[in-house]
């Protein structure tokens, strides 16, 4: 699976934004697809997901403010961001879930997208 993401930038505290991710590749076998981000000097932490069913899960921080979805085709997945702060500046990296049948047994492999920088500053 790859992944292509994109909609970062730079915006001001309280505005809004819109990540996008595209997958390609072997995407059948997809199970959650969400969005990670790493801020400087911290570790990569978890912002959303959303499984093939449509469920949601997110990290305290982001709740009431984020919202992630998936496409009709099931291969994309967006982020979109509101009243964002400071603190959500960070790189923002969309991840994909799949597993795989590897010598008979199911295993998960995940896919990272090439990241894309969020910037809330005044």
């Known amino acids: 699976v790859q992944l292509q993401a994109s909609g970062g930038g730079l915006v001001q505290p309280g505005e809004s934004l819109r990540l996008s991710c595209v997958a390609s590749?072997?995407?059948?076998?997809?199970?959650?697809m969400g969005w990670y981000r790493q801020a400087p000097g911290k570790r990569r932490e978890l912002a959303a997901t959303i499984n093939s069913a449509g469920s949601t899960n997110y990290a305290d921080s982001v709740k009431g403010r984020f919202t992630i979805s998936r496409g009709n085709a099931k291969n994309t997945v967006d982020l979109e961001m509101h009243s964002l702060k400071p603190e959500d500046t960070a790189v923002y990296y969309c991840n994909a879930v799949d597993l795989r049948l590897v010598a008979g047994k199911m295993t998960r492999f995940d896919s990272w997208g090439q990241g894309t920088l969020v910037t809330v500053s005044s």
């Open positions: 590749g072997s995407i059948e076998s997809i199970v959650v």
